[in-house]
């Protein structure tokens, strides 16, 4: 479709394009957008009438607009026909082969949900368990490390941590106050984990670190250098030992 919108009847920056793809349903558009294209015949042009939400950008926020609209094409998604033939193209002998991987696979991603599942149990009851009082420099080294995920997760969008606060009406101190329940119960975790790794003597050789980068870099297509500058040996050293005494938790609860 092509559009332009209108606030008042003037154009405004950022509001137009031209040939560009909608999936109904996806809700990529701003609410009320995709239910008034629904139904337009390819060709057609319309007015579509909405509000932007209050956690818009500040220049449109609650506004109302008019966005003008012109279908060039409807295509429609369609299931392929689930015979010999397409299980052959995703390299299974027959389509029976096909549905045996299929429902092994997704039995294979319950069993593994479980597991994860009660394992996160076994972890929360020991942290349950704690009597120790979280140091306050602790829960804000959590919220500096959640707030860097979230500024990289943002960056590797082609976004930045300023616009998306611009963009929710959110300030930084907003924020971190909003997260720091997560970051509170990150750094229980972290308290438990080490304790239980401390107990049971678990230490990371370098050989085991060596693969462990190994492993990464097979899995992102990164050079271990690359790896070592994201994920200093230190970091990964202790993100391991943290999953080893989860691994110690886990196996100790089966054995009772």
Known sequence: IDFEGFLDGVPFEGGKGEQQPLLLGSGYFIPGFEEQVAGAAAGEERDIRVTFPAAYTPELAGKDAVFHIKVHEITRRAAPVLDDAFAGKQGFEDVSALRR?????????KQAQ???????????????????????AMVENQLDGLIAQLRGQLEGQGATLEQYLEYSGTTMEQLREHAREQAATAARYELAMTEIARREGIEITEEELEQQYGALSAQYGLSRELLRQQLPPM??????KLARARAVVVENAKRI
């Open 101 to 109: 991987a299929v429902m092994e696979g997704a039995v294979a991603q």
């Open 114 to 136: 479980a597991a994860r599942q009660f394992a996160d149990a076994l972890v929360q009851q020991v942290i349950d368990g704690m009597t120790v009082t979280i140091p306050d």
């Open 235 to 240: 970091k990964l050293r202790h993100d391991l």
